[in-house]
T-cell receptor
């Protein structure tokens, strides 16, 4: 399978716990994006990387959120001290920098904070 | 102001009929890209079709075509010969190149739920 993969697919946690999600992009893609999607809404941009550099962060990304892409390949998104409002689907996408730059999405990680 | 507006929360179509899903956008950037994605109940976003702001012709991909009206800032998705498997949520999205730099991020609309009846 050469698509974008995300792990875990589902995560249930208690309020106040830390969680970490992983995204493996399509191998030749140098751009990687994180989005958050709540029920009935379109995805909202969180942050993106070009290679290992984090080039933009949304205001949605509070201090409790941190993302890394240490070697320009896979990425992790960590949420510290989770809150019930963090419950959502977290989507990762990757693209190749160029004219069209179509983003291809992974299956997402569905987070439920109790 | 909403950058991407999808005014149809839900649409119904008979199998084998064509259906148009509406999308209007708002940008002052001359260089932008418009995308449509399909999201089945499984949750994965599936890329369908792309239209660049400088493209002279409407994009087509199999049964999908994009009716691009630049002056009206609309980018409607047309699905011909609907199939039961087309039942899903459909999102219109835009990528802007602010100041000539492509930031890459997509801005999505609220989505339209399409139901195909047999």
């Amino acid at each position: 399978d050469t698509g974008v993969s995300q792990n875990p697919r589902h995560k249930i946690t208690k309020r106040g716990q830390n969680v970490t999600f992983r995204c493996d992009p399509i191998s030749e893609h140098n751009r990687l994006y994180w989005y958050r999607q709540t029920l009935g809404q379109g995805p909202e941009f969180l942050t993106y990387f070009q290679n290992e550099a984090q080039l933009e962060k949304s205001r949605l990304l509070s201090d409790r959120f941190s993302a890394e892409r240490p070697k320009g390949s896979f990425s992790t998104l960590e949420i510290q001290r989770t809150e019930q409002g963090d419950s959502a689907m977290y989507l990762c996408a990757s693209s190749l920098k160029g004219t069209q730059e179509t983003q291809y999405f992974g299956p997402g990680t569905r987070l439920l904070v109790l | 102001a909403q950058k991407i507006t999808q005014t149809q929360p839900g649409m119904f179509v008979q199998e084998k009929e064509a259906v148009t899903l509406d999308c209007t956008y708002d940008t002052s950037d001359p260089s932008y890209g418009l995308f449509w994605y399909k999201q089945p109940s499984s949750g994965e976003m599936i890329f369908l079709i792309y239209q660049g702001s400088y493209d002279q012709q409407n994009a087509t991909e199999g049964r999908y075509s994009l009716n691009f009206q630049k002056a009206r800032k609309s980018a409607n998705l047309v699905i011909s010969a609907s199939q039961l498997g087309d039942s899903a949520m459909y999102f219109c999205a835009m990528r802007e190149a602010v100041g000539g730099t492509s930031y890459g991020k997509l801005t999505f609309g609220q989505g339209t739920i399409l139901t195909v009846h047999p």
